[in-house]
């Protein structure tokens, strides 16, 4: 009934959901920059993964409820995670910036 109130929340629900996970993607990158030596380690993915589960801790304070997310949601929260930390630390590790 409240989301007929509000026609604005699913997509407002979207916006945060995306936004958390696109930004924990490129922060993790920057974090697997710091931390890893060695760009072919798989700590780099055990990284990433950690902040996919403080995503959803971060979102559940945010106020998304976590707890109706099916696994279509926490798929969509990993790839994405997964492809901004993909691209970013890629372009870290070829431009050779050193943190």
Same mark, same amino acid.
């Given at each position: 009934? *409240? ?8 997509? $407002?629900?979207?916006?945060? %959901?995306? !936004?958390? *996970? ?11 920059? =710091? !931390?890893?030596?060695?760009? *072919? ?10 902040? #996919? ?5 971060? =979102? $559940?304070? +945010?106020? %998304? ?18 492809? +901004?930390?993909? #691209? ?8 050779? %910036?050193?943190?």
């Amino acid at each position: 009934m *409240a989301e007929n109130l509000d026609p604005t929340a699913s997509h $407002r629900r979207s916006l945060k %959901v995306t !936004t958390i *996970a696109t930004l924990g993607g490129v922060a993790a990158a920057f974090v697997s920059e =710091m !931390t890893v030596s060695d760009p *072919a380690s798989r700590t780099g993915l055990l990284v990433m993964f950690g902040l #996919v589960a403080v995503e959803l801790g971060l =979102m $559940r304070l +945010l106020g %998304v409820d976590v707890g109706d997310f099916g696994a279509k949601d926490h798929f969509y929260v990993a790839f994405m995670t997964f492809a +901004l930390w993909f #691209v970013t630390w890629g372009v870290l590790l070829t431009a050779g %910036v050193s943190l």
